[in-house]
């Protein structure tokens, strides 16, 4: 009951002290008047992300890689790989069997499109990995993920990130508009599937973790 009290107290000060005035709309407006030239593609939205606030992206895959550590050595179990667990309660339906075989190709065409049409339409690294994820939960539902090297899922996980640090680096550096080598939009797309890259291997490894030895 604590809790929820608390919960109900706080929305309650954040609805009384709602600004009542009008948004300032300046930087928006900037934003969006210079990213194509600044930053390049279409998408405003990969622009800020990958560009103006390339800081604030590279601090929330931070966080994701934290999340993924705290995930496999805060637990009560000492392991890492698992080698037998529980089942899904549908394996063996053939509909489910049938429909996720099919649906999961469509699944990873799909992330993959989201990653690299991302700075000029409604998409990104972030919403193509979690997509590209699904495809394991998936797995899971009609077969198992037991046999998942999940030990180099890690590694590789750290591993993009790295590479994400450098591209951004690389990015900074020659300040987008007069990159040496690749050009705005290479960055955007090579960006958009880093990041992918990496949503999948760390949301794959909190899914593991959790099916494998904190269900059992």
Known sequence: MGPLCFTVILAAIFIRFIPGNPPVTQLKELYLSRFPADIGGEN???AIYLGYRMYDTLFEALFLLCSI?????????????AVEGAPSPVVGSDIADVTIRIICPLLLLFSIYLAVVG????????????VAASVFICRYIIHDIYDIPI?????MEHLVYAGIIMLAAYFIIFEA?????????????????????????GFLVIFYRFIAFERN
């Open 151 to 155: 030990k180099r899922i890690a590694t």
């Open 44 to 46: 405003a939205v990969t």
């Open 69 to 81: 550590v705290a995930v496999l050595h805060l637990s009560w179990y000492e392991e890492t790989v």
């Open 119 to 130: 700075h000029i339409s409604p998409g990104g690294g972030f919403h193509g990995g979690v």
């Open 177 to 201: 508009k007069s990159l040496a080598y690749i050009s705005n939009n290479v960055y955007l797309v090579l960006a958009n599937l880093l990041i992918g890259l990496k949503v999948t291997c």
